[in-house]
């Protein structure tokens, strides 16, 4: 191997070293299943709920396997199963998100909606709307925001603001990898949200509120119904949750992600 070869070799490990040290080590990201109670918290009726399983995509990686039975006791006051970053609660300042989500060709349509990711909320109002939610409704995919620049004493679900972003139709077989980058800021139009669905920029919102005052913002992936289940069963296999900070990039996370075979700098939208 000659010289210069080995010097190119040597700038590629290090950019890669580089950017793998731009998402969070600390928090969320992969882990052993005996480590899995000391990253993440599980909200489940039943621990075998969740499974550490092969990458139904065929790419050898461990991933999570999620299910809820319509048989399954409440937990929180809905039926679910979901796990979330422990010491995870950023309430202000630029954060970044990277959650995917595989459909199963098991998935029976129904209208009846199935959250199945979400940057959820520890504000202290009542019946807000968790700031988003990615989620499954008859047999399209759809991102919902929900915001609010009243105190916590004031807001409430009528007067908070909401949008929804229609994905298209759900392909099962295959990663969602959802991307985020979210500047949280409780002043009024001071916060900013990024959102990419398998490297497509699907959402871009500046000098806008994008959350509630006093939220403390906690990612969790999995599956969760707002309502009833409407089916005997549900499965989804799902990633675990990947976090960065102010210089991290849609690259960087994306590089991390199922979704890393194709998606790619050429084919990111900036």
Known sequence: ??????????AGLLAVGAAQAQIDTAIGGTVDISAFNKRYGLSSANISN????????????????????????????????????LN??????????G?????????????????????????TATNLAAPLSLLVRGNALELDLNSNYLAT??????????????????????WYCLVVRSDWQPTLGAGGLTMWMNGEKV????????????AAHVPRTGLMFPGLMGVTQ?????DFIRLGGATT???????????????????IQW
């Open 1 to 10: 191997m000659n010289f210069n070869r080995k010097l190119c070799m040597a």
């Open 50 to 85: 969740l499974a550490y399983v092969l990458d139904p995509a065929g790419s050898g990686r461990t991933v999570l396997r999620t299910t809820v039975n319509s048989t399954d006791a409440n937990v929180g006051a809905v039926k679910r199963t979901d796990f979330y970053p």
């Open 88 to 97: 995870e609660s950023r309430t202000t300042g630029l954060r970044w998100y």
């Open 99 to 123: 959650i995917s989500v595989y459909i199963p060709s098991s998935w029976v349509s129904h209208p009846n909606p199935t959250v199945i990711a979400q940057i959820d909320t520890g504000t």
């Open 153 to 174: 004493t004031s807001a409430t679900a009528n007067n908070s603001a909401s949008e929804i972003i229609k994905l298209g139709p759900v392909v099962t077989n295959r």
């Open 203 to 214: 959402y871009n919102a500046v000098n806008s509120t994008n959350s509630y005052i006093g």
């Open 234 to 238: 549900r499965t989804l296999y799902t």
């Open 249 to 267: 990039t849609a690259l960087q996370m994306y590089q991390a992600s199922p979704c890393a075979t194709f998606v790619n700098g050429s084919n």
